[in-house]
């Protein structure tokens, strides 16, 4: 049986994948092993860490209850990655999906883990050269853990539209919002935890899939939302990777307030029928971000994804006050009232310039340079 271990309830941690840049046309670079071996010259105590691809690197927070502090670790790991970068002429971007690379280019990093996923996959390990930020939510037990996996599945249209930052693809402008999903639609395993009710029915479903030779363990399933019962958490993965320094903690924040009314509210209402709209919605929010819809299964009504992330984060305003989060909430609300979209500034930026060269070399400023509260719009 998969242990899951506890955790205090409601830490944060964060994960993010970032792009590896020359600073000639901006393409991605095999720069990864260069890199960690200058960011390891001293010892630095952070979570930084390769991809599945080299032009890829992924850093990760400490256990976090307060997201200023969050922050404050995001800041100076920043600083130790740029210091590096400059000393090798690399660029270092958030975003989602870079613009113009082409798949085929890319390299798997030499893990034993990354050669098996690309021998299974194929070419679409090397696809899988995109951009997530991970957000991990502290559960006492499984049970907790399963219940707020299943609550959280509500919110997911929110956090694709608040995170969109990957609208070009292979050199062209996808008239999505983010096309970074569909990389991860292409694996058997993406989607959605199944309906079990208790960890116990989870354990029952994984050791059935296990018999069955199709997993091996919790990082087989590509799922949006998954427990990750070595950490003690819930893991959400729907977000690409922002533009900013900052919004990854108001993602964070957001997640935080939402799991503390999930907890406060002993939310048990697990059942299949949301799951019937699921990925209609998760598509409206890919496809139209703020601008996408979102219907309930339940009700048979249908509601403006803008509009009901403000009606959310209305809601969510005692949880704020008692997490401290209210400077957090006031910033996710001004986003959702002016679309505020990384999406959007990205086109922006290349309506401009006419370059998608350009379009990266600002998105890297803007992630390397950026103080927090600058936002990209």
Not at 243 to 255: F, G
Not at 329 to 341: E, G
Request: with cysteine; proline share 5%; net charge negative.
């Amino acid at each position: 049986m998969l242990e899951f271990n506890q955790s205090q309830p409601l830490t944060l941690g964060v994960e993010l994948e970032l792009m590896i840049l020359n600073r000639r046309d901006y393409n991605l670079t095999r720069g990864s092993d260069d890199l960690l071996l200058q960011v390891n010259r001293k010892p630095h105590g952070f979570d930084i860490k390769p991809e599945i691809t080299q032009g890829m690197i992924e850093i990760g927070t400490a256990v976090h209850s307060d997201v200023n502090a969050m922050l404050e670790e995001l800041l100076a790991i920043r600083k130790l990655l740029v210091d590096s970068a400059h000393k090798l002429n690399l660029g270092l971007a958030g975003g989602g999906a870079h613009p113009f690379q082409h798949w085929e280019d890319q390299r798997i990093y030499p893990k034993e883990r990354y050669r098996l996923v690309s021998e299974l996959y194929g070419y679409l390990a090397k696809q899988f050269t995109v951009y997530g930020q991970h957000i991990h939510i502290g559960c006492p037990d499984g049970d907790v853990a399963v219940r707020l996996t299943h609550y959280l599945a509500r919110y997911i249209p929110h956090f694709i539209a608040l995170s969109a930052s990957s609208p070009f693809y292979q050199g062209v402008d996808t008239s999505f919002q983010t096309s970074r999903l569909t990389s991860v639609n292409a694996f058997p395993l993406s989607g959605c935890m199944p309906v079990v009710d208790s960890w116990s029915a989870f354990n029952d479903y994984f050791e059935r899939m296990e018999a069955l030779g199709i997993v091996a363990s919790m990082k087989d399933f590509y799922w949006d939302i998954r427990p990750k019962p070595e950490y003690g958490t819930v893991e959400i993965r729907i977000c690409d990777t922002p533009l900013s320094i900052e919004t990854p903690v108001l993602l964070a924040a957001y997640a935080q307030m939402l799991a503390r009314r999930c907890f406060e509210e002993e939310w048990n209402d697990i059942c299949s029928e949301p799951y019937l709209t699921y990925s209609y919605n998760r598509f409206q929010a890919c496809r139209f971000g703020f601008d996408g819809v979102m219907v309930d299964a339940r009700s048979k009504n249908q509601l403006g994804l803008q509009e009901d992330l403000l009606d959310t984060l209305r809601a969510l305003e005692p949880h704020a006050e008692a997490l401290g989060s209210q400077h957090q909430l006031a910033a996710l609300r001004q986003r959702a009232l002016k679309c505020h979209s990384d999406s959007r500034w990205l086109r922006q930026v290349f309506e401009q310039s006419g370059s998608l060269s350009e379009v990266v070399r600002r998105q890297s400023e803007h992630w390397m340079y950026a103080e927090p509260g600058v936002g990209v719009n």
